[in-house]
């Protein structure tokens, strides 16, 4: 065993291989001593169904409780005190394993927890069966705040597949679920105080306010709290839908379908609007126990503001200079209605404005210069300007993000401001069968950035371990593989699929805004079941080809080279096996361009590779055309099929 | 366009093809009206999106409600009243199609939520785009009871995943969900009156009483009613856990892990026994608005009774001259108190004896014989004999099970009280990630039995039309297909599946009750993630096999014999392609012997084709050593290539 061979994700903080095996078998027991919170029964548990699940060794252990616990057993897991579910609770463990034994020990429970997924991570199988390596292991996270974003006002998500989600953050060792309930397109969350905001304001599709309960108590479980995210003044249209009197123009609203920036935004020149306001914090904050509460605050672009003549002699009366100005007026009285409530006050780099209380906390989305400003001005905040993983960029793209790279120079003090990031899944283009597919694995990237050492950054042994994690997250009933499939399956009519999964491996959905023009294009009721939803971002098949070009032409292997030329010629007579599957079912007509495209770029570049006579001028274009959208997705591998032409002998 | 050629599934009571197609673009929509219940606007926009889905149209038409219907649109559906979700529920729909457009219309919104089902398997294209057929079809049930029982005490289920198969039942047009909430393995309802049952039967996997209506509502909006069961006094471990006071034998009881049946059974002879159970049977049936309250009683043996002295004297003191007679004494009270309740009492055969009185409903699995005894009897009854999907047999067993066949002499009177049928899925060895694929597609031909006319048959077009169901029921988020692959996947540990799928798509888990014997093999909470999880009941690779090898038999065409060869080739290679997965996860091994054997008679089958001279003595403890199980699955394929080896000439 090599330590360079372990697939642990995230990266721990120490690793030392050795000496020795601990073999599994069907007496495989675990026991836990010391004061722990009663979650870490259950948490063993699942460790122990799951490492059955994957071994097949029928476990005589059933079912862990206080009152079942053996009083001896091959894995001791030791836990000093209680752990608290807030920004500073306490992770770190030690993990032993020798020939004899495992040995967990961690200050609290949710240390533990994290070292449960370690030890799941070590599994490894040779010729005589199943063993855990020999091994020590001291762990804690770099950052207190590793999160994830999930958009629940754009499309809705069943509780379970929010779950489903919450033990994959579990599994990479994130420990926050910032849950965006509202927005322009939905208020997903029940309240007594003013029902008309479910009941008018998302459709029939909001969490009641026991289901969100138990989403909090299934994250606190795991370790994760819960953040909730109520936006204002603007991204609030469904909020205006069922309370136009609080809007800064006439009403009536209707909940938003389309994508984009919204004019509709709360008057915050009026006493009603903090009235209704502190009324609807009261509730929803104390149904979320984190001590967080973010009030959204970013893309007010002040039309409505600009536009009422009331909030204009407002702003003049008061000395308000101008919206952003207004805006900061807004937030502090939030913050004060917050603070009255226990609760911190967090928003988007927007709410940070000269006046700004230092109590609040920035999210920073635009960029790192607002997440150092901020923290320089004394703030606390997070990062996830880089982490928008909505955006179907590679995995490779987020992870050298660093809130605290090596080459910056902020004062220990300041650095210490900076708690952590954040993954965004804002979900305008993403349903609940297609959404953990662009959550998943990518996340699990952002998640070593924020929990290993700044000094693990080799991209290569990321994707080695992220594709391990890939399939380790299916265990949890996330369906980042298998959604692709079902939509691949509906479109080919229950013919064979393989011709449209070869083409569905080389392509990407469009990148940053460019697959909704506007926000126009898709609404939120459209069909997500077409081509650009089986594909995913970061396609493997496409890396490892580019990843094969790359170092063919450096030196030209045969390895590489069989391998360049099996997919080149798979790419060729693709087209044609795909054409009667595309003729068959007209929602694929708009895959037929890209994958003729394919089928031509790959015919130029069989053509490179045998050292035939070619016209490069002629090549050109056809690389242009095979660089167009077809369906909404982008073919992965049009560059490196290029440098070959362009860099082969003739 | 051919009658033939369409995948109605079940099969309406008449179909008419007319001229004409009715053409969709995304300006396609629909319009309400007449005075239905509101649950049709969800209905139908639920019917947009999956159309919307499989079309990828973009239609304009988003959510619908009684405020956004349109005065006019291509699809019209007309519902002259609101429909009750009872026994007696209105089904019937009419539903054209021609050129210009489609009327549905149903004497209740219930019809018209099956006609919209209808409707979506009518879907086809050509290549001018999608298209409705022209057609005219009337339909209504054959039988009123079309159900399906989960057991969610074996396993637990996620609301999520009763959700989904609630789907599934409304795709196939059933009506009945039995929610099967108790047995030795867990107690999974929430009460008030006795806490203990879920705190401690349950393992903390327990519906709350929110989520009971949450799927009771789910389940009305769909036409389906929810009848719920809590067995007693057999099947009872999970309640004495809780309550062993209302044991016949002194406790304590712990939650029973493996299957079979069990001893612990109420106590019938003492009054306190049924205040328990007139308590419990009033809070939980109030959580279920239907008629019905299914009481178990099945599999009483009644050790206890026998053992307990107490018991015994009872009895004589009563004249109940045995167990039977003590078991009808007990149902006696409890028809009582669900009487009181306003429910009618359900229970299985056992319960049938000479003294029950007749406003009992007889669920028959014992026999056919039972359910014409207490059809006669003037019983009313449902069948599920014939109709148990957890023994992993094939669709074809349970088709052609007819609760009333043709050549049966009932008089109309006694027929009528044959309610229909229920599918039975016991969950012993079922978990949420495989269940789906254990109900799917198979019920749907369970389906058809208890909605088509009895002279529906033809066992080949109901699998042409269950191949295309396979596929739709995926759309509902049902993972029948993609839980295999995941399986698969995990078991490969990343490596491409080819090899092991090649083997799996001809291997099913092991049939009736061979594959838990005993019922110790398995405890409730092993493993469920191995071969024989993969492996599906009614392999279609395999059947599809046998079919050929029966048509080349009868007569030796071309396409048979290059299938039948292909395929051969395929199996006796696979064996080799697959060890090395098979060397690298030792949870694989029990694959090797039953891939050995596949590869084995592949070969042998080979020869014989190839009409080479062989030594048939040889063969056959070859074919017999491939009979033998595997990781419990069988090999479906080994009388098909015996019988090519015994009657291809040499």
Not at 11 to 27: C, I, M, Q
Not at 416 to 429: H, N, P, Q, V, Y
Not at 488 to 509: A, H, N, Q, Y
Not at 542 to 558: G, K, N
Request: hydrophobic content about 40%; proline content about 6%; aromatic content about 8%.
């Amino acid at each position: 065993m090599n330590i360079a061979e372990l697939n642990l994700l995230p990266l721990p903080a120490s690793v030392n291989l050795r000496e020795g095996k601990f073999r599994l078998d069907h007496t495989f027991s675990l026991t836990i001593t010391g004061t722990p919170h009663d979650r870490i029964y259950g948490a063993a548990t699942r460790f122990l169904r799951r490492l059955d699940g994957r071994t097949g060794l029928f476990f005589a252990q059933g079912f862990l409780t206080p009152l079942t616990i053996p009083a001896t057993a091959s894995f001791k897991i030791e836990v000093q005190k209680s752990g608290e579910i807030n920004l500073h609770m306490e992770e770190s463990y030690h993990l032993s394993v020798d020939i004899g034994g495992i040995n967990l020990s961690a200050p609290s429970d949710i240390g533990a927890i994290r070292g449960l997924e370690t030890l799941l991570q070590l599994l490894e199988a040779d010729e005589e069966g199943w063993f855990f390596p020999g091994v020590t292991i001291d762990d804690k996270p770099r950052f207190p705040w590793r999160g994830l974003l999930i958009d629940v006002a754009r499309h809705f998500l069943p509780v379970e597949k929010i779950k489903q989600n919450i033990d994959g953050l579990a599994a990479v060792k994130m420990n926050v679920l910032h849950f965006h309930l509202t927005d322009d397109q939905g208020f997903r969350i029940e309240t007594e105080c003013f029902p008309k905001l479910h009941e008018w304001g998302s459709d029939g599709f909001y969490y009641t306010q026991i289901q969100i309960k138990e989403i909090v108590q299934y994250a606190a479980d795991r370790g994760i709290r819960v953040v909730p995210e109520i936006g204002v003044p603007s991204h609030a249209t469904a909020i205006l839908t069922a309370y136009p009197e609080y809007a800064s123009a006439p009403g009536p609203y209707s909940i938003e379908r389309k994508a984009g920036i919204m004019n509709p935004t709360l008057d915050p020149t009026r006493e009603e609007t903090y009235e209704f306001l502190e009324k609807l914090f009261t509730e929803v904050s104390a149904l979320f126990p984190d001590e967080y509460f973010h009030i959204g605050g970013d893309e007010n672009e002040g039309k409505q503001w600009d536009a009422n003549p009331d909030i204009q002699r407002f702003m003049q009366e008061n000395g308000i200079a101008d919206n952003a100005a207004l805006q900061t007026w807004f937030n502090r009285r939030l913050l004060k209605i917050l603070t009255g409530l226990g609760k911190k006050m967090m928003g988007w780099d927007e709410i940070l404005q000269p006046d700004l209380p230092k109590d609040a906390v920035i999210h920073s989305w635009r960029g790192k210069e607002s997440l150092y400003e901020a923290a320089k001005n004394g703030y606390n905040c997070v990062l996830s300007n880089g982490y928008y993983i909505d955006l179907a960029l590679p995995a490779s793209s987020h992870y050298p993000n660093d809130p605290l790279p090596a080459d910056q120079d902020l004062p220990a003090e300041t650095a210490a401001r900076i708690l952590g990031g954040e993954a965004t899944m804002w979900s305008e283009l993403v349903t609940p069968l297609t959404i953990d597919s662009r959550i998943w694995p990518r996340t699990a990237a952002i998640a070593e950035r924020l929990w290993s050492s700044g000094t693990v950054t080799d991209i290569q042994d990321m994707y080695r371990r992220l594709d391990e994690m890939d399939l380790r997250l299916e265990e949890l009933g996330l369906q980042h593989n298998t959604a692709r499939d079902v939509i691949m399956r509906s479109l080919c009519r229950g013919k064979d699929i393989t011709p449209l999964k070869t083409l569905v491996d080389v392509i990407e959905p469009m990148k940053i805004y460019t697959r909704n023009p506007e926000g126009e294009l898709y609404r939120m009721f459209s069909p997500f079941t077409l081509l650009a939803d089986a594909a995913r971002p970061d396609a493997k098949v496409a890396r490892l080809f580019r990843e094969a070009v790359v170092s063919y032409l450096r030196e030209p292997h045969t390895r590489d080279r069989m391998r360049i030329m099996d997919h080149l010629r798979m790419w060729k007579s693709n087209h044609e096996l795909l054409l009667p599957l595309i003729r068959q079912n007209p929602a694929l007509a708009e895959a037929e361009e890209i994958s003729r495209n394919l089928s031509k770029i790959a015919s130029i570049g069989l053509t490179a590779m045998e050292g035939s006579i070619r016209d490069r001028a002629a090549g050109v274009s056809v690389f242009e055309e095979a660089r167009k959208q077809g369906g909404r997705t982008e073919l992965q591998v049009v560059d490196a099929i290029e440098q070959l032409v362009l860099n082969l002998p003739v």
